[in-house]
T-cell receptor, first 112, second 114 residues
Framework: KQEVTQIPAALSVPEGENLVLNCSFT??????LQWFRQDPGKGLTSLLL?????REQTSGRLNASLDKSSGRSTLYIAASQPGDSATYLC???????????FGTGTRLKVLA | DTGVSQDPRHKITKRGQNVTFRCDPI?????LYWYRQTLGQGPEFLTY????????KSRLLSDRFSAERPKGSFSTLEIQRTEQGDSAMYLC????????????FGPGTRLTVT
């Protein structure tokens, strides 16, 4: 059974810091891995999607890497801003399915 | 362009009552998903449809839960005889034909059972 774990559970940093969020999954047979952002009480916004054949994806200040064999992904946020404060969720789509298995998220707070 | 919409956004109900939620996917998206998210947790898959066919249901979806997508467009999720443990955010997502990985999420329906 696929399980997704995210550490840390919560993170508070001063504005301007570079930071890394971690995600690990137990079964390497995945189609893809996706990072989402969720603001309090809101739905999910997709940030980056990495296909199983890819190693990383970049969008602006965000960079996500995938090491499928070791079951790990990291989300790197450069020069963090207060507007980055949110919960970041990692999700994997297992091979043979079309549903996402989510981690419990990392709650990020960037202090001005 | 409208994204995925869900109605209502918030619902407070008393234990034992029935509730129904609606999800309108992005136009022409053929797959529609329902997830449930409890406080402090990530979303958990409940069920999904391809057009009007319900293709997969999670074991989380007890007999009190039923979902429909009668014409392959909007979907409804009904919970009968609600329990306090049903309190959660119910999220809907849809995906376009040919791109099953791109799930676009709606804003969710927050259910509180008192």
């Amino acid at each position: 059974k696929q399980e997704v774990t995210q550490i840390p559970a919560a993170l508070s940093v001063p504005e301007g810091e570079n930071l890394v969020l971690n995600c690990s999954f137990t079964d390497s047979a995945i189609y893809n891995l996706q990072w989402f952002r969720q603001d309090p009480g809101k739905g999910l916004t997709s940030l980056l999607l990495i296909q199983s054949s890819q190693r990383e994806q970049t969008s602006g200040r965000l960079n996500a890497s995938l090491d499928k064999s070791s079951g790990r992904s990291t989300l790197y946020i450069a020069a963090s801003q207060p507007g980055d404060s949110a919960t970041y969720l990692c999700a994997v789509m297992a091979s043979g399915t079309y549903k996402y298995i989510f981690g419990t998220g990392t709650r990020l707070k960037v202090l001005a | 362009d409208t994204g995925v919409s869900q109605d209502p956004r918030h619902k407070i109900t008393k234990r034992g009552q029935n509730v129904t939620f609606r999800c309108d996917p992005i136009s022409e998206h053929n797959r529609l998903y329902w997830y449930r998210q409890t406080l402090g947790q990530g979303p958990e898959f409940l069920t999904y449809f391809q057009n009007e066919a319900q293709l997969e249901k999670s074991r989380l979806l007890s007999d009190r839960f039923s979902a429909e997508r009668p014409k392959g467009s909007f979907s409804t999720l009904e919970i009968q005889r609600t329990e306090q443990g049903d309190s959660a955010m119910y999220l809907c997502a849809s995906t376009p034909l040919g791109s099953p990985y791109e799930q676009y999420f709606g804003p969710g329906t927050r259910l509180t059972v008192t």
